[in-house]
Nanobody, 115 residues
Framework: QVKFVESGGGLVQPGGSLRLSCTAS????????MAWYRQAPGKQRELVAH???????NYKDSVKGRFTISRDNAKNTVYLQMNILSPEDTAVYYC?????????WGQGTQVTVSS
């Protein structure tokens, strides 16, 4: 059974940082590009960043230079380092394959940026 478990969210002030983690099970991790998605209140889920097994990464324009996605294939884990956070980054963050599979959404981790 495929499962993605996200962690690391929280409440942070504008300009602060957080590091999200997502551990995968039930898949051959190195066989997939992995991605972070987010869903803000009242908005559709959107792609934030994705990374291939080769470590080539791509980012949504609004997070370029602030967020860094990485993966540890030995631990079946993908990370999202988020710096210089702004209130517009407030959302529930999810990881999934890229392209995503609707069967495998986890519970996500809440990120709230507020003073």
């Amino acid at each position: 059974q495929v499962k993605f478990v996200e962690s690391g969210g929280g409440l942070v002030q504008p300009g602060g940082s957080l590091r999200l983690s997502c551990t995968a099970s039930g898949i051959i991790f190195t066989g997939y590009a992995m991605a972070w998605y987010r869903q803000a209140p009242g908005k559709q889920r959107e792609l934030v960043a994705h990374i291939f097994s080769s470590d080539i990464a791509n980012y949504k324009d609004s997070v370029k230079g602030r967020f860094t996605i990485s993966r540890d294939n030995a631990k079946n884990t993908v990370y999202l380092q988020m710096n210089i956070l702004s209130p517009e980054d407030t959302a529930v963050y999810y990881c999934n394959r890229r392209p995503y599979d609707d069967r495998y959404w986890g519970q996500g981790t809440q990120v709230t940026v507020s003073s």
